[in-house]
């Protein structure tokens, strides 16, 4: 059984940093793409980043330079640093992973395409 539990979520002002951790435990694969998703209040979820086992990641444009995404592979860790936030990075934040195949491109979307997902952590940026 794969499980994800995210962490680190909380309140801060316009312009303020924030770390979130996800645990990962269980998994099994020996390739992944482990990607960071948001929802907030009457949207849909949508893909912030996403990292492979080579380390290569993508971002979405709304959060490149601002948002980073990295693993620590000895504590089975992913984290998603996360400075200069602004009111709309409000959201539950979660995270997910999948297998990655030959050829394939590790990046925060289809969500479809990730079995396997945390419960999420909430982000609450105030102005």
């Known amino acids: 059984q794969v499980d994800l539990v995210e962490s680190g979520g909380g309140s801060v002002q316009s312009g303020g940093s924030l770390t979130l951790s996800c645990a990962v435990s269980?998994?099994?694969?020996?390739?992944?793409?482990m990607g960071w998703f948001r929802q907030a209040p009457g949207k849909e979820r949508e893909g912030v980043a996403a990292?492979?086992?080579?380390?290569?990641?993508n971002y979405a444009d709304s959060v490149k330079g601002r948002f980073t995404i990295s693993q620590d592979n000895a504590k089975n860790t992913l984290y998603l640093q996360m400075n200069s936030l602004k009111p709309e990075d409000t959201a539950m934040y979660y995270c997910?992973?999948?297998?990655?195949?030959?050829?394939?491109?590790?990046?925060?979307?289809?969500?479809?395409?990730?079995?396997?997902w945390g419960q999420g952590t909430q982000v609450t940026v105030s102005s």
């Open positions: 990292v492979d086992d080579d380390g290569n990641s």
């Open positions: 269980g998994y099994t694969y020996s390739t992944y793409c």
């Open positions: 997910a992973a999948r297998p990655l195949w030959t050829y394939e491109y590790c990046v925060p979307g289809p969500q479809a395409d990730f079995g396997y």
